[in-house]
């Protein structure tokens, strides 16, 4: 089995587009059944605090996701923006595995990034989730999720083997974004698999970085 960390230039409040370079990049490289598609925070439209273009109201990138599952036969773990309140929506890690009516996983954003203004427009949740790949137990998380060790050890104690996560990191915080990393992995002695955008969005550069640990 392998995990292909799709490391994505996200075109600004774009879906199609996304949807569209998502394919592209996985089309320049192998996939077999079985095998871990981890996609950025967000990839359809950004980081965008504008949740009316965010929210998936139609559901057609849990559509994509869904397909792109069942086409390459693979577990993908991707993200969308989904109404949470009146005012607010939830940042939510969304995972599909082939050939299943629903998606296998839904983690909403513990914790959205405050100094960024994030929670004007997203709230949080306390829930830990899980899904299985190969027989791992597999616990999600969202990019600031990254600097709160306690929730990684929630997560470790109800049986996580493997934490994943994409985010949308900026290039300035780029050093912080491989030694969180390197330390969830460590302190936890459970696998990481970070994935990070790259490019630029209206406001900040992206320097990727995606690491598996």
Known sequence: MQ??????????????????????????????PGDLIVLPELFDVGFTLNTKAAIDHDDSTLAYLQTLANDTACI???????????????????????????????????????????????????????????????CPAVCYDLRFPELFRLGLKSGAQVFVYGANWPSHRQSHWRTLSIARAIENQAFVIAVNRCGNDPHLPYAGGSIAI
């Open 76 to 138: 993908v773990h991707g993200s969308r923006a989904l109404p949470g309140s009146t005012t607010h929506a939830y940042n939510c890690a969304t995972i599909c595995a082939p050939h299943h009516e629903a998606p296998v996983c839904e983690y909403h954003k513990a914790h959205p990034f405050s100094y960024g203004r994030e929670a004007e427009s997203y709230i949080g949740d306390d829930r830990i989730m899980h899904y299985q790949w190969d027989g791992l137990r597999v």
């Open 3 to 32: 995990a292909h960390l799709v490391q994505l230039d996200i075109a600004w409040e774009d879906k199609a587009a996304n949807h569209s370079r998502v394919r592209e990049l996985l089309g320049n490289t192998g996939t077999s």
